[in-house]
Nanobody, 125 residues
Framework: VQLVESGGGLVQPGGSLRLSCATS????????VGWARQVPRKGLEWVSG???????YYADSVKGRFTVSRDNAKNTVYLQMNALKPEDTAVYYC????????????????????WGHGTQVTVSS
């Protein structure tokens, strides 16, 4: 199983970035994929995710600004991030696993066994 994030970088406040999570080594269409972020001295925080059936999840902090999507033909999940804020600065990771719906939320970090190495997003003027 391999997950590779790309698309991070430096952007000014109010700008946009699109992250990609390219995957291989498993039946992508059967897996949920989530995006989590981490800042120094803090734990991982889920920001968004998409289940195998296309149901999406967003943390309150990114609702209305981030959009997650998946392309099963390309085994890739995307995170479109608009109206970026300095507090969005973090290393962003994607993670995948076969997980059932978790109510209206998203399963815990521990439920995901496959992770990428992360991509840095810096929002600064």
């Amino acid at each position: 199983v391999q997950l590779v994030e790309s698309g991070g970088g430096l952007v000014q406040p109010g700008g946009s970035l699109r992250l990609s999570c390219a995957t291989s080594g498993f039946t992508f269409s059967d897996y949920a994929v989530g995006w989590a972020r981490q800042v120094p001295r803090k734990g991982l925080e889920w920001v968004s995710g998409i289940y195998s059936d296309g149901i999406t999840y967003y943390a309150d902090s990114v609702k209305g600004r981030f959009t997650v999507s998946r392309d099963n033909a390309k085994n890739t999940v995307y995170l479109q991030m608009n109206a970026l804020k300095p507090e969005d600065t973090a290393v962003y990771y994607c993670a995948a696993d076969r997980v059932p719906l978790y109510g209206s939320s998203w399963p815990p970090v521990a439920n995901f066994g496959s992770w990428g190495h992360g991509t840095q997003v810096t929002v600064s003027s």
